[in-house]
T-cell receptor, first 114, second 110 residues
């Protein structure tokens, strides 16, 4: 299995531009998570899906952030318009079921908003 | 909100030394996981502890879950440069998503 695949690996954009991050979870995993990692705040949960349905988006910082999961093999996280404070590493992760299950992370997208 | 505090935040040691890092909370967790993250990569699970007082060993790494299931420690014996990385603890209560600590950044110098 190729694991969780994220694209792009790096994204540099200017303030005000739209940014779209992509994720392909591991096949058969029913749960998909979007996290953001910064030095100051660590790893923060933004939103998670179960069977393509958003379950909890309380971690999404503002209306500028939105996430979709149109099917079991693809999810996007969109920021519009982007701001410099959005600069961070964004991780997608998936797992088979809830509870004490292993969470598989992608390699992340390093986002820099200038 | 469940919070996990990790200490120390940074640790730099010589190869061959022993070390312990800590993960503490005021909340009770049904399980606790330890991950290691290397630069440019996502976290990778090392171990899951479920039972209060549980001790698990992974080669030179020893993980312990506190009796009250509020804290955990990770002890590394004879650290090697390959142990360098960010160590994250994460707690789970029931079916709620994992809550992560900010991590301990370990540097092992040859």
């Amino acid at each position: 299995d190729a694991g969780v695949i994220q694209s792009p690996r790096h994204e540099v954009t200017e303030m005000g531009q739209e940014v779209t991050l992509r994720c392909k979870p591991i096949s058969g995993h029913d749960y998909l998570f979007w996290y953001r990692q910064t030095m100051m705040r660590g790893l923060e949960l933004l939103i998670y899906f179960n069977n393509n349905v958003p379950i909890d988006d309380s971690g999404m910082p503002e209306d500028r952030f939105s996430a979709k999961m149109p099917n079991a093999s693809f999810s996007t996280l969109k920021i519009q318009p982007s701001e410099p404070r959005d600069s961070a590493v964004y991780f997608c992760a998936s797992k088979v079921e809830p509870g004490a299950e292993k969470l598989f992370f992608g390699s992340g997208t390093q986002l820099s908003v200038l | 909100t469940q919070l996990l505090e990790q200490s120390p935040q940074f640790l730099s040691i010589q190869e061959g030394e022993n070390l312990t890092v800590y993960c503490n909370s005021s909340s009770v967790f049904s399980s606790l996981q330890w991950y290691r993250q290397e630069p440019g990569e996502g976290p990778v699970l090392l171990v899951t502890v479920v039972t209060g007082g549980e001790v698990k060993k992974l080669k030179r790494l020893t993980f312990q879950f506190g009796d009250a299931r509020k804290d955990s420690s990770l002890h590394i014996t004879a650290a090697q440069p390959g142990d360098t990385g960010l160590y994250l603890c994460a707690g789970e209560e029931g079916n709620t998503p994992l809550v992560f600590g900010k991590g301990t950044r370990l540097s092992v110098i040859a």
